[in-house]
C-alpha cells in the first residue's frame, strides 16, 4: 500500500470509530430518558416542568345573584298598559318601552329579548347598577334607566312558556273563565285546535291585541277585542312587502257573557 492508501484508510477508520462512539452515546442518553420516564411513573414525579394554564378572562355577563330574586320579571309599565288595554303588541311597541322586554334572572346569567326576536345576555357592568329591592311580597328590579321590573314566576327554566301564559290570561282571560277557551299545556286550545302564543311581531300586524299560530295548519290569527267582542281573524301574506296582514276572514268569534 502507498504513502496515499495508509493515509486515507488510517482516516477512515478513525472515522468509523468516532460514528461508533457517537451511535452508543446516543444509545446510552435515549435509555436514561426511558429509564427517567419510568420512574417518574412509577414515583408520580414529572420529569418535565409542567405548563401552567393561563387563567380564562371573566366572562362579562357573568353575575352572582342572591337566592331570593331569582326569578322571571316583566317591566311594570308593561303589566299595566296589557291589563289596561289587553294589547300585547300596543304595549310593547309604547313610546314609553324604553325596558328589556323580559329579565330571567338566573342565579349567574340575565336573559332577555329584544321585541321577542333577538335573544341577549344582560351585562355585568349593566346589571351591577341594578337595584333589588322587596315591595310588600313583591320582587323588584329597577333598571339603570328607572324601569321597574315585577317577578311573576319563579321558574327561570321555562321563562317563555311562563310569560306566553301570564299575558294570554289577561288578554282572554274573560274567555278562560267562561271556558270558551283553554290554555292547555302552554298551548290555547280553541274549539278542539291548539295555538301557540306568537309575541314577536316583527312580520306582523303591529295592532292585533294577541297573535296566536296553528303549527299543525300552518295559519296564523290575530284578535281583536272590541268590547266585549273576540274576533280571530286569518293573517294571509302581503304581496307588497314581506309583512302580513289580517284578511277577512273570520276563524273564530266570542262574545263575553
Not at 495508509?6 to 451511535?23: D, E, P, Q, S, W
Amino acid at each position: 500500500m502507498d504513502a496515499f492508501g495508509a493515509m486515507y484508510g488510517g482516516k477512515y477508520m478513525k472515522r468509523t470509530i468516532l460514528v461508533c462512539l457517537c451511535l452508543l452515546l446516543l444509545l446510552s442518553c435515549t435509555q436514561k430518558q426511558d429509564v427517567a420516564k419510568k420512574n417518574s411513573a412509577v414515583s408520580g414525579i414529572p420529569t418535565d416542568t409542567p405548563k401552567v394554564k393561563a387563567p380564562n378572562p371573566p366572562d362579562e355577563y357573568d353575575v352572582e345573584i342572591q337566592d331570593q330574586y331569582l326569578g322571571v320579571y316583566l317591566p311594570v309599565d308593561y303589566i299595566e298598559n296589557i291589563s289596561e288595554n289587553r294589547n300585547h303588541s300596543m304595549a310593547m311597541h309604547s313610546a314609553n318601552a324604553t325596558y328589556h322586554n323580559f329579565l330571567n334572572v338566573t342565579k349567574n346569567r340575565i336573559y332577555s329579548d329584544l321585541k321577542w326576536h333577538d335573544g341577549y345576555a344582560i351585562k355585568k357592568e349593566e346589571n351591577d347598577l341594578f337595584q333589588y329591592s322587596l315591595d310588600g311580597q313583591d320582587c323588584i328590579i329597577t333598571d339603570t334607566k328607572g324601569n321597574k321590573y315585577k317577578r311573576i314566576s319563579l321558574d327561570t327554566e321555562h321563562a317563555y312558556q311562563v310569560i306566553d301564559d301570564y299575558i294570554s290570561k289577561i288578554i282572554i282571560g274573560p274567555l278562560i273563565d267562561q271556558d270558551k277557551i283553554r290554555i292547555v299545556n302552554n298551548k290555547i286550545e280553541i274549539a278542539g285546535t291548539f295555538y301557540e302564543v306568537i309575541l314577536d311581531d316583527m312580520f306582523f300586524p303591529k295592532d292585533d291585541n294577541l297573535l296566536l299560530y296553528d303549527r299543525d295548519n300552518k295559519i296564523m290569527l290575530g284578535l281583536k277585542i272590541s268590547g266585549k267582542s273576540y274576533v280571530f281573524y286569518k293573517i294571509v301574506a302581503n304581496n307588497d312587502d314581506m309583512e302580513s296582514v289580517n284578511s277577512d276572514e273570520i276563524i273564530y268569534q266570542f262574545n263575553e257573557d
